[in-house]
């Protein structure tokens, strides 16, 4: 869809100035303006009034006398003020909101990225539940794709419990390697770190241990 917004937008580099350097005049229109772009209510019914104040100063300045003070006058000015420098801050916030929303589209986040950085931050979530609250994480089958669960953990695989194949499947691993981890667990009654599959199982490098330690838990069997 195309966004009758945008080339009016390059046109304007510097919306504050506008009402700043029209005394208050332009406010209400650069509000209404930075609205329309943002499609806030809110900020479009706040730019209705600063030129509503502006109008008030407008009109009610031909009916004051210059040489005396009253109550009309407080009026008057304070509109004005407000129409003024309110709406200067106003327009400078609304520039700012805007520009910094075109920079986040000029630069989309890459939904590949975004779904990996997810797993881990999952992942990160389900290795706390298995240090603070072991029984949870028990019900949550933390580390065990091979049950069926609704919990996500991130792709965590607990290697003392799984079967080969699925060692096999999640880890990207070679049959005969899955294979040689899952007789070594056997032989240990189970592993306690990345470190021990190095030393149990000829089959896996340090290379392919580093691709895959992220994802590994060791619990009982």
Not at 72 to 96: F, K, M, N, P, Q
Request: charged share 20%; with cysteine; glycine share 10%.
């Amino acid at each position: 869809m195309v966004d009758p917004y945008r080339g009016s937008m390059r046109r304007l580099p510097w919306w504050f100035l506008i009402p700043l350097l029209t005394f208050g005049a332009g406010s209400g229109p650069m509000v209404v303006y930075g609205g329309a772009r943002l499609r806030s209510r809110g900020h479009i019914a706040a730019g209705a009034v600063y030129g509503a104040l502006f109008i008030v100063f407008f009109v009610g300045a031909q009916f004051t006398d210059d040489n005396s003070t009253g109550p009309l006058d407080a009026v008057i000015s304070t509109a004005w003020l407000v129409s003024w420098l309110a709406g200067t801050v106003h327009t400078a916030i609304l520039e700012r909101i805007v520009k910094s929303g075109r920079r986040r589209q000029s630069h989309p986040v890459d939904p590949v990225l975004a779904a990996a950085q997810d797993r881990l931050a999952r992942r990160e979530q389900a290795r706390a539940l298995l240090a603070s609250n072991p029984a949870l994480a028990g019900e949550l089958l933390i580390g065990r794709p091979d049950l069926y669960r609704q919990y996500d953990d991130g792709g965590l695989v607990d290697v003392n419990n799984v079967p080969s194949a699925v060692l096999a499947h999640e880890l990207r691993l070679p049959a005969e390697t899955a294979e040689q981890i899952a007789d070594a667990r056997e032989r240990l009654g189970g592993f306690s770190s990345p470190d021990e599959i190095l030393v149990y199982c000829a089959g896996i490098t340090p290379a392919q241990l580093g691709n895959i330690r992220d994802r590994l838990v060791f619990l009982p069997r």
